[in-house]
């Protein structure tokens, strides 16, 4: 905007010159505004889908895939079904993806814009919404793959064997608890803020692979190489 106004003041004796830059200024300023503006100029569709995954026969585990390429997204346990809840969006449709193979039920969410079909209204929005509730009664293995995302993931009465969250720009917030009798989480955050909420009593090993994060670990005793762990690691179950 300041670039083509002050482009529009070189030639002041050029009225042309002047109305053109001017003219430019104006519909940059426009096309920003209603961008940004919290009901834009563009249409957009705002709708929201239930979701409702149901345990197939035979099934002993379950693997749930979450791809996005800016999202919310909240987990909890407590789902009567395998997996249910509610997705919302203004751009991208949901079909979750569902494999059954060697008594393993995958399902997979996919709202990653592979066409460029978002345009000018992906800027400053959320484009895609989850609210997910997961089953207590099956391990689970989970995959979360999303830059710049607030991610609230309350796991305490699931039963999480794998947790793996490749993120960038965005807060992640973790709650494990004593159902997953053990878990290996690996989380990959650039320029994020991480928050892991643990029982008092659960067996803890914490491995960092960066030299320049900011850390609080409360009950956390540091081992060397980067790695602390909780006084209660080799005797806790």
Known sequence: FLIFIGLSMLDRRNKKTVYLGLSIAVVVLFVLFYTVAEKPFFDQINTTEKIEVS???????????????????????????????N?????????????????????????????????????GKNISNFF????????????????????????????????????????????????????????????????IRLPAGIGVRLKFNSDLSARNLPRLTPVGNNTFRSDNYDASD
């Open 132 to 195: 997910l509730k997961i089953s207590p009664d099956l391990p689970v293995d989970i995959l979360v793959n999303s830059a710049a995302s607030d991610i609230n993931l309350d796991l305490r009465t699931v039963n999480v064997e794998h947790l793996n969250i490749d993120s960038g720009g965005s807060n992640i917030i973790l709650a494990l608890g004593p159902n997953a009798t053990t878990s290996a989480v690996n989380i990959n955050a650039k320029a994020s803020a991480v928050t």
């Open 55 to 85: 345990k197939e026969a035979g099934v002993e585990r379950a693997k749930i895939n979450v791809y996005s390429q800016a999202m919310a997204l909240k987990m909890e346990g407590g789902a009567t079904k395998l997996v249910e809840g």
């Open 87 to 123: 997705f919302q969006s203004q751009f991208v449709p949901l079909t979750p993806a569902v494999t059954v193979k060697d008594g393993v039920e995958e399902i997979s969410f996919d709202t990653r814009d592979y066409d460029n079909r978002l345009g000018w209204s992906y800027f």
